[in-house]
């Protein structure tokens, strides 16, 4: 297949493309080329557009003369580009894979605080009810993401991404529902809590008890890139909408755990309620709401198994961690307060 892939140059993108290329598989990145040097320097059976993904209708043309048989778009955060991709590819594409979030859920809101009403059952399949309200994260959060994720729209949502994608009659697309994805170059630094204090040598790392036993779905950079080259090459997958994600989701505790374990750390892990956390480590939202998917419908309907096992994830993103200390980070660390509350 001759496969397009916008936004090749990020976090996912680059793997993405490799497993698509090892596939045999035609690639064309469409991409800024100011993330990385360019691709075809460093894969020279893969072509290049350069452009930039908010004004994607200056490239129509060329675009459309590329008759790609999938266009794979990494970074659609709003309807606005979902419909835009729609209208360019119509007639031009067969297929148009879309990257949506487990964020589209009901639970999600529930977990936020924008969403009444009960629990939501878990785990969360591809028919489980989404979220009624829009824009689940406020505008300082969206704020915060843009400086890391430049492409992002201020009106970020990916419900109506996925209605623009699903909708169209004449062009099919698929939907796959992301988790939080960890590994090497992860601008969010999932790692960066444990890793650091581990690194820095605390004694003692603190967990609010409700976080403690929370569930969320994750899923390795190079796992998940497999799962969404598997789906764009599967002509199964057309009109689908696929959960992506480990099969098992971990508590907070055992997933910090797992970390620390790797890392040979010789100290405890304090759990403490919700009053004796010090403010930097109290988690908003209700955490009573866990998050965990199911994620059988593409291991059975497309055959998805992860190339790289756990253990091996976690030793690599440890690793990348280690060699990539940051001055900045999106995450609190005041150990004066951590020190006064495990004393008490």
Not at 78 to 87: I, T
Not at 250 to 279: C, D, H, Q
Request: hydrophobic share 40%; charged share 25%; with cysteine.
């Amino acid at each position: 297949m001759r496969v397009l892939v916008i936004g090749a140059t990020g976090f996912i993108g680059p793997h993405v493309v490799s497993a698509l290329a090892r596939g045999g598989h035609e690639v064309v990145a469409f991409h800024r080329g100011q993330s990385h040097s360019s691709i075809s320097n460093r894969q020279p059976e893969i072509g290049e557009i350069l452009g930039d993904r908010r004004r994607l209708c200056d490239h129509r043309t060329e675009l459309r003369a590329l008759r790609p048989d999938v266009v794979v778009d990494l970074i659609l955060s709003s309807g606005h580009q979902a419909r835009e991709v729609v209208d360019i590819f119509r007639g031009a594409a067969r297929r148009v894979v879309a990257i949506s979030s487990c964020d589209v859920y009901r639970a999600c809101g529930v977990l936020h605080g924008s969403e009444p009403g009960p629990l939501q059952a878990v785990p969360l399949t591809e028919e489980s009810e989404l979220r009624s309200v829009l824009q689940t994260y406020p505008p300082e959060r969206i704020a915060m993401l843009q400086r890391v994720f430049g492409w992002l729209d201020d009106d970020y949502d990916k419900i109506p991404v996925e209605w623009e994608i699903l909708a169209d009659r004449e062009l099919p697309g698929t939907v796959l529902r992301l988790p939080m994805v960890y590994g090497p170059g992860d601008q969010l630094r999932r790692f960066l809590p444990i890793v650091k204090r581990v690194m820095d040598g605390r004694p003692a790392i603190l967990c609010e008890e409700k976080v403690a036993a929370w569930r969320a779905p994750r899923g390795y950079v190079e796992n998940v890139a497999a799962a969404i080259a598997l789906a764009a090459t599967s002509e199964r997958a057309a009109g689908r909408t696929y959960n992506v994600g480990e099969a098992e989701s971990l508590t907070e505790l055992e997933w910090a755990a797992r970390i620390a374990a790797a890392m040979e750390w010789p100290g405890k892990f304090l759990v403490l309620a919700r009053e004796r956390m010090p403010p930097h480590l109290v988690m908003p939202g209700n955490a009573d709401q866990h998050w965990t998917i199911s994620t059988v419908r593409i291991r059975e309907e497309l055959g998805y198994t992860e190339p790289v096992a756990q253990d091996e994830a976690i030793r690599r993103t440890i690793q990348w961690e280690r060699a990539n200390p940051t001055a900045s980070s999106p995450h609190a660390f005041d150990y004066a307060a951590e020190d006064a509350a495990i004393s008490a």
